[in-house]
């Protein structure tokens, strides 16, 4: 039996402190609590018991669950695929950097430098990119950065190219 | 050694733990998914099940190795309807004749508007809901006892000692719970 005093005092409402707690928090607790104890007592049926609960409400659990099934494969069958495109972007992404890679190492100096004033004059770089900023303060940059600059551009380039062919 | 990139069963494990389901399991997870919508009645049971296997699959959910599949995927139902329920909680009622124009003159969406609080209107209708409840069960202390010692945390076996009840007590007030609720919802 519940205590009188809770009872008349209402103690649903009352935080554990026994200060009231704001209406609305308490009763969307009360109604959680209700929901989360009847999701409970469905957990612990037996499928026996689950079973005949079905029977009683007319509800063929066979078939439903032969839905949900259905419904499953699908969602396994897009869920691979879409992770077999991802691993394989990510394959010719791979594929993509270190062919840019070994025809960059091959370059000469002037090609390089050629290159690299090219992507600068086409204006995909931001201006305050590091590339941009170096050509423009006319200063000198090493053979070995301005490779790993190039490098790093064409990646940057292919995948802005692979984004908007994603996009079309 | 290589050692297991992460804590989590991989998503071949997640497929095999779903598929191995039974009947009873995927019945008992869309009763549990009906009960997680009470009061979200715009809103499917099966789409809210298929949404939580969903997550499962494309890895916005994991299952911790060490923990029962069915036990993470029953809170992971609950976690993904609380999800429903706070973005509906945030929508006032307006109808998209109160919505004015957008600054293009096209009419604003509902989804601009609203906030993470609860709106005045779903507050007052939690608790003409909650009052309901009360009602239904003002003559059941057991079923009190049950809701309130929910909302304060405490576990089945405190509950008892709490309000005296015994276990069959209390799960007999737990199951007249589940019915009304069952019923409410029909």
Same mark, same amino acid.
């Given at each position: 039996?519940?205590? !009188?005093?809770?009872?008349?005092?209402?103690?649903?409402?009352?935080?554990?402190?026994?200060?009231?707690?704001?209406?609305?928090?308490?009763?969307?607790?009360?109604?959680?609590?209700?929901?989360?104890?009847?999701?409970?007592?469905?957990?612990?049926?037996?499928?026996?018991?689950?079973?005949?609960?079905?029977?009683?409400?007319?509800?063929?659990?066979?078939?439903?669950?032969?839905?949900?099934?259905?419904?499953?494969?699908?969602?396994?069958?897009?869920?691979?695929?879409?992770?077999?495109?991802?691993?394989?972007?990510?394959?010719?992404?791979?594929?993509?950097?270190?062919?840019?890679? !070994?025809?960059?190492?091959?370059?000469?100096?002037?090609?390089?430098?050629?290159?690299?004033?090219?992507?600068?004059?086409?204006?995909?770089?931001?201006?305050?990119?590091?590339? +941009?900023?170096?050509?423009?303060?006319?200063?000198?940059?090493?053979?070995?950065?301005?490779?790993?600059?190039?490098?790093?551009?064409?990646?940057?380039?292919?995948?802005?190219?692979?984004?908007?062919?994603?996009?079309? | 050694?290589?050692?297991?990139?992460?804590?989590? =069963?991989?998503?071949?494990?997640?497929?095999?733990?779903?598929?191995?389901?039974?009947?009873?399991?995927?019945?008992?997870?869309?009763?549990?998914?009906?009960?997680?919508?009470?009061?979200?009645? =715009?809103?499917?049971?099966?789409?809210?099940?298929?949404? +939580?296997?969903?997550?499962?699959?494309?890895?916005?959910?994991?299952?911790?190795?060490? !923990?029962?599949?069915?036990?993470?995927?029953?809170?992971?139902?609950?976690?993904?309807?609380?999800?429903?329920?706070?973005?509906?909680?945030?929508?006032?009622?307006? +109808?998209?004749?109160?919505?004015?124009?957008?600054?293009?003159?096209?009419?604003?969406?509902?989804?601009?508007?609203? +906030?993470?609080?609860?709106?005045?209107?779903?507050?007052?209708?939690?608790?003409?809901?909650?009052?309901?409840?009360?009602?239904?069960?003002?003559?059941?202390?057991?079923?009190?006892?049950?809701?309130?010692?929910?909302?304060?945390?405490?576990?089945?076996?405190?509950?008892?000692?709490?309000?005296?009840?015994?276990?069959?007590?209390? =799960?007999?007030?737990?199951?007249?719970?589940?019915?009304?609720?069952?019923?409410?919802?029909?």
């Amino acid at each position: 039996m519940l205590p !009188e005093s809770v009872l008349s005092a209402g103690l649903i409402g009352k935080s554990i402190d026994g200060v009231p707690m704001s209406k609305s928090k308490s009763d969307n607790d009360a109604l959680k609590a209700i929901r989360d104890l009847a999701s409970e007592e469905i957990m612990s049926l037996s499928d026996s018991e689950i079973r005949a609960r079905a029977n009683e409400e007319l509800v063929d659990i066979d078939k439903n669950a032969s839905t949900i099934r259905d419904s499953l494969k699908d969602l396994i069958s897009t869920s691979r695929r879409a992770r077999l495109h991802q691993a394989r972007e990510n394959l010719n992404a791979v594929n993509e950097k270190s062919a840019s890679y !070994e025809s960059i190492a091959s370059m000469s100096a002037a090609d390089i430098k050629a290159r690299l004033a090219e992507i600068v004059a086409s204006g995909l770089m931001a201006k305050d990119s590091r590339l +941009t900023l170096a050509f423009g303060s006319g200063g000198e940059i090493s053979e070995n950065d301005m490779r790993s600059l190039l490098a790093d551009y064409e990646d940057l380039m292919a995948r802005k190219r692979s984004e908007s062919d994603g996009a079309l | 050694m290589k050692l297991p990139a992460t804590n989590n =069963h991989d998503r071949r494990e997640v497929e095999d733990a779903l598929n191995a389901f039974t009947a009873e399991d995927w019945e008992r997870f869309r009763r549990v998914a009906r009960y997680q919508l009470y009061r979200l009645a =715009h809103l499917d049971p099966m789409d809210l099940l298929m949404d +939580t296997v969903e997550r499962f699959l494309d890895g916005r959910r994991n299952w911790p190795r060490g !923990e029962l599949f069915k036990a993470v995927f029953y809170n992971a139902i609950r976690s993904v309807a609380d999800e429903y329920r706070t973005d509906d909680a945030s929508k006032p009622y307006v +109808t998209m004749a109160d919505l004015p124009s957008g600054l293009d003159g096209e009419p604003a969406n509902l989804d601009n508007f609203g +906030t993470q609080e609860l709106s005045p209107e779903k507050a007052l209708e939690a608790q003409q809901e909650m009052n309901r409840v009360l009602a239904e069960f003002k003559d059941d202390e057991d079923v009190q006892a049950v809701i309130v010692g929910r909302m304060l945390g405490s576990s089945a076996e405190e509950v008892q000692a709490e309000f005296a009840i015994t276990p069959e007590e209390y =799960h007999a007030a737990r199951k007249r719970l589940e019915r009304w609720l069952d019923r409410q919802i029909d």
